[in-house]
């Protein structure tokens, strides 16, 4: 079967730095997306990765290794507007993605 | 530019109940999809569409139907509502034909309680 496992809740200080993990086992991989949804609102596209390494956007980071199907997105700065789930999402080898349930970041003050 | 949209917003269904939830985009996006999304669950994919005149089933169709007439909207069936059905329903698009890893935009979603 196909499988996304992300920690469903984890909690961090504003300012600090937080890492989400992903692993995956998919049929196929043909990238990995991380996705931000705010309670109540709509999935947002962070990042994306097709290969190996670390890929930087701003305050975001996102980073892949296909061989430990494993990836992580890293916040830097904690802003309190950035309290929200993260999303894990794989595209397998029919071009569908397969999701994980989401982690929650609570940012406290 | 409004991106997706979709109706109604929340909607409260007897069981038995037929109803369509509507998506409309405006991106002129090859792609579009229909989730699910479940408290404790991923969001699970119920059809999608490629391109205009084509649809397929994703991982949880049964219950459900779509048609693709045209590009920009891509309606979503309930034939008979079930309680099991109540979930949030998002509406998605990506351009291209999904097969070049390019994200996919969300509408807002509808809220749907089958009693």
């Known amino acids: 079967g196909q499988n996304i496992d992300q920690p469903t809740e984890m909690t961090a200080t504003e300012g600090a730095i937080v890492q989400i993990n992903c692993t995956y086992q998919t049929s196929g991989f043909n990238g990995l997306f991380w996705y931000q949804q705010h309670a109540g609102e709509a999935p947002t596209f962070l990042s994306y990765?097709?290969l190996d390494g670390l890929e930087e956007k701003g305050r975001f980071s996102s980073f892949l290794s296909r061989s430990k199907g494993y990836s992580y997105l890293l916040l830097k700065e904690l802003q309190m507007k950035d309290s929200a789930s993260y999303l894990c999402?794989?595209?397998?080898?029919?071009?569908?993605?397969?999701w994980g349930a989401g982690t929650k970041l609570i940012i406290k003050p | 530019t409004a991106g997706i949209t979709q109706a109604p917003t929340s909607q409260i269904l007897a069981a038995g109940r037929s109803m369509t939830l509507r998506c409309t985009q405006d991106?002129?996006?090859?792609?579009m999809y229909w989730y699910r999304q479940d408290l404790g669950l991923g969001l699970r994919l119920i059809h999608y569409s490629n391109t205009a005149g084509t649809t397929g089933k994703g991982e949880v169709p049964d219950g459900y139907s779509v048609s693709r007439a045209n590009t920009d909207d891509f309606p979503l069936t309930l034939a008979s509502a079930v309680p099991s059905q109540t979930s949030v329903y998002f509406c998605?698009?990506?351009?291209?034909?999904?097969?070049?890893?390019?994200?996919?935009?969300f509408g807002p979603g509808t809220r749907l309680t089958v009693l």
């Open positions: 990765n097709v």
């Open positions: 998605a698009s990506s351009d291209g034909t999904g097969s070049e890893g390019n994200e996919q935009f």
């Open positions: 999402a794989v595209m397998d080898s029919n071009y569908q993605l397969i």
């Open positions: 991106m002129r996006h090859n792609a």
